[in-house]
């Protein structure tokens, strides 16, 4: 069984508003992201960690697009990565694999939910990823340019990251009991020596994160 965990508990505090509930497209972006999971085949359930005292407001999401999948929705923590553990805490015994999301994410295919899964399930995790294609400088003073980075090695994650289930929950559990705070899932499993797998995200799979990333989203939504 494939489950997903769609994390929207966080405070949004770049753009001064609940991002995951703005409207690009005619939608919250919630209900895109929700969309894409709802629909994909690869995956059975979904979990929905969201701030407390706002589930009703996800409850209503949910029959308005009118969401059919299984889903629950549980309280998120104080980091990112409580919200997980949380998540990870309320998925049904039988799940074996299970894919990340941000809830500000709204553009993931199911194609790639697919592949993080089918990777996830051969390495025992798996991350979406692009490789950079800027120039890369490191600055040491936030003034001037310290070196060049090789790109060549260098690539971003978003999400989903997805994971067998014993394995991330083990990797959480260690850096919980470290005190360690990731905001990166797959940062646990590096502290656990866990491989990752990186999936090639071939189309454009951006997270809200300030106004400017906006219209972008949206004209990718429309089309």
């Known amino acids: 069984m494939n489950s997903s965990i769609i994390v929207a508990a966080g405070k949004s505090t770049r753009l001064g508003q609940d ?32 701030a407390d005292g706002r589930q009703k407001e996800f409850q209503q999401v949910a029959m308005k697009f009118n969401f059919k999948k299984s889903f629950r929705i549980v309280i998120g923590g104080v980091e990112r990565q409580d919200s997980v553990w949380n998540g990870l805490e309320a998925l049904s015994f039988k799940t074996e694999i299970v894919a990340i999301q941000d809830a500000a994410r709204p553009c993931t295919t199911e194609e790639l939910i697919a592949a993080t899964i089918s990777a996830a399930r051969e390495t025992g995790a798996a991350v979406a990823a692009q490789q950079i294609t800027d120039t890369i400088k490191e600055t040491v003073d936030g003034k001037t340019i310290s070196r060049t980075l090789d790109r060549s090695k260098l690539w971003s994650v978003q999400t989903p990251q997805t994971f067998r289930v014993e394995i991330i929950r083990r990797a959480i559990a260690e850096a919980r009991k470290r005190n360690l705070v990731f905001t990166d899932d797959t940062a646990a499993c590096e502290l656990i020596g866990q491989p990752v797998q990186l999936v090639q995200s071939t189309t ?3 997270k809200v994160t300030v106004s400017a990333d906006l219209s972008f989203i949206e004209t990718l939504l429309k089309s």
């Open 204 to 206: 454009p799979n951006p």
């Open 19 to 50: 991002k995951v509930f703005l409207e690009l497209a005619g939608k919250p972006v919630i209900a895109h992201t929700w969309q894409r999971f709802n629909d994909a085949k690869c995956i059975d359930e979904i979990i929905l960690v969201v």
